[in-house]
């Protein structure tokens, strides 16, 4: 495939003064302290840090999925602290794409029918061309009629990564998404979401634990005790695995993620 780079300029996903409380007195903990972060359009970002770091909540804070204690999260320019359940519900379908560990797909449709889901919920008829694009990209045309439990994990995933992308959403976030596969197949998905942003203009935001994973991202935030502490550009797994080594000493409470 002919690779055809999207110019994206400004910013996909941000968060201003965001923090994330539990409990109360003196039992409250802050999963997530002061975190100010823009993530870019047409880039493929990675969320690394200890255990309890923050990380996954910054992420499900992010994408709707779980409510801030104070600060402002946005979505391109809607604010999507100030939404309701109707708006949150329409946000996640229009503007966001998912992709989780454990794959989430429905286990009595078919590959097609779970990659063209979120339109389906939408009522949106599927841009052929586009569609077409994706499989081809992930190489899933001679599975389109198979069920899950007729594909391997690695399969399976690159379903759960052309669902997320059909719609064309604003930010793909993927959550530890080579978390259940094997090596040779977590290379497959991870170069997928490279090339989606390299060849499509996509942006992703992706926590992961993994050096390697991280690596193939152009940018990579650190959280450690619930706050950004740094980050990496172009980074490689060596550089990575470095910087983590030093995080496992800056926290030892834990903070309300893996």
Not at 48 to 69: E, R, V
Not at 81 to 93: A, I, P, Q, S, Y
Not at 171 to 178: I, R
């Amino acid at each position: 495939m002919a690779t055809t780079v999207t110019t994206a300029t400004g910013v996909a996903a941000r968060a201003v003064d965001v923090w994330k409380l539990y409990g109360t007195g003196e039992a409250q903990i802050a999963a997530l302290r002061n975190i100010n972060v823009e993530f870019e359009r047409g880039r493929f970002t990675a969320i690394m840090g200890p255990s309890g770091s923050g990380k996954s909540t910054l992420m499900h804070c992010l994408a709707g999925l779980d409510s801030t204690s104070r600060g402002t999260v946005y979505i391109g320019e809607t604010e999507v602290t100030r939404l309701g359940d109707k708006g949150l519900t329409e946000l996640r379908r229009d503007k966001v794409g998912f992709i989780f560990q454990q794959f989430n797909l429905l286990p009595t449709l078919t590959a097609q029918e779970n990659i063209l889901l979120p339109l389906s919920i939408a009522g949106r008829k599927p841009d052929q061309a586009w569609f077409d694009t994706i499989v081809d990209t992930v190489e899933l045309r001679d599975r389109l009629g198979h069920r899950p439990t007729q594909m391997s994990g690695g399969q399976q995933q690159r379903v759960a990564c052309a669902r997320a992308l059909v719609s064309r959403p604003e930010v793909v976030f993927a959550d530890e998404p080579t978390g259940n596969l094997d090596s040779r197949s977590g290379q497959e998905v991870l170069g997928f979401l490279r090339d989606s942003v390299r060849q499509f203009g996509q942006t992703i935001v992706m926590v992961t634990h993994d050096p390697n994973a991280a690596s193939y991202a152009d940018r990579v935030v650190f959280l450690a005790d619930g706050a950004i502490v740094d980050e990496l550009h172009d980074p490689n797994a060596d550089a990575v695995l470095e910087k983590m080594k030093n995080l496992d000493k800056v926290g030892e409470h834990p903070r309300g993620d893996a």
